[in-house]
């Protein structure tokens, strides 16, 4: 695992149709661990093995984050927002934020008070960024409404192969995806191999759709991230027995093609890698979603990576899960053949 990559993606700004900065970084990456390197005109990154092979895996994950947008600037200078993705509003007051403009990042502080600290419903709309302007006229020189926000925050390494970060969800999963590419390679992967850093999951779902129509895998895994309940505050009536640092997690859903969670099952025990599973009624709310209704359907599968505090500006993961992901969805890659069999019976 390359944890210096890592860690500049995770730093790097991505707010839900502004991911250009870190795809570029993606796509620059992945030039000497692929046979082909493409991006499209929404900035999907796809890296891919064995282009010609009739047999196609795509295995996506997604490089955007939450985050805000400026929507207009007031008559003191401060920034008004609103929300892009799940945010919590109440996470952001008090906190140092950066503002991504066309001329590079300016930062600023999300204002706070005590009235503002009893106000249980928060709206992004009550929210206003200081970024030291004297006026909306000199605000306006240096910020376009547009403009997207995010935490000022940076990444640490925590004890037991622990890290904190905002937006791990998902540019980890997007990291996942090509590391085990690179590793499928090495391996000597046989089937066509699809790895693509989505844009657009947490708004739209456009970017999963674009590529995977383009494609047309015949599997298709999301690579996301899942709730745990090692922490306080989540049920384990709601996601199971989920922990950091247990291993990858696989998905029982209505939607999910058991052939391959059975496949992925197999995979691990080859490794002997200790796995996790949760279940889930209805959609996933991942990448997946869009990539089964692409073309004529596609059989998915989700493997998620346990995350503490998610959609806050620290989430709390495992380098051991991250690497387990990666090494899981390469022996995935390998034990693909040509003539696989889908159907259920």
């Known amino acids: 695992m390359n944890k210096e990559f890592l860690f500049e993606l995770l730093k790097t700004g991505s707010v839900s149709g502004n991911e250009t900065e870190l795809e570029k970084k993606i796509y620059d990456y992945m030039q000497d661990k692929a046979d082909r390197v493409t991006v499209d005109e929404l900035g999907n990154v796809t890296a891919a093995l064995n282009p010609e092979a009739p047999f196609k895996v795509l295995v996506a994950g997604h490089a955007d984050e939450i985050g805000l947008m400026v929507t207009a600037v007031g008559s003191d200078g401060t920034l008004m927002v609103t929300r892009i993705g799940g945010i919590y509003t109440t996470t952001y007051p008090g906190h140092k934020v950066r503002i991504y403009t066309k001329n590079g990042v300016l930062y600023g502080a999300v204002a706070n008070s005590r009235e503002i600290e009893k106000n249980s419903d928060l709206k992004p709309s009550a929210l206003r960024i200081d970024i030291g302007a004297k006026d909306r006229e000199d605000a306006l020189k240096y910020v376009e409404l547009g403009d997207t926000v995010t935490f000022d925050t940076d990444v640490r390494e925590l004890l037991n192969d622990c890290i904190t970060s905002r937006a791990m969800d998902d540019k980890i999963g997007a990291f996942i995806v090509m590391e085990a590419l690179a590793k499928a390679r090495e391996k000597g992967a046989t089937v066509g ?88 009624n209805g959609y996933t709310g991942t990448d997946g979603d869009t990539m089964h209704r692409t073309g004529i359907g596609v059989p998915f599968a989700l493997v998620s990576i346990p995350l503490r505090y998610m959609h806050n500006p620290a989430e709390v993961g495992s380098l051991k899960d991250i690497q387990d992901c990666i090494d899981l969805l390469a022996e995935f890659f390998v034990s693909c053949t040509m003539d696989m069999d889908l159907k259920p019976f």
């Open 193 to 280: 191999c699809y790895a693509v850093s989505t844009t657009g999951e947490e708004t739209t779902g456009n970017g999963a759709y674009f590529t995977s129509s383009r494609v047309k895998p015949n599997i298709a895994i999301a690579v996301d991230v899942t709730f745990t309940s090692d922490n306080c505050g989540i049920s384990e009536a709601e996601t199971g027995d989920i922990a950091v640092g247990k291993g990858p997690v696989l998905c029982n859903n209505p939607s999910i093609h058991k052939k391959v969670n059975q496949a992925l099952r197999a995979c691990a025990e080859k490794l002997n890698m200790q796995v996790q599973t949760e279940a889930a």
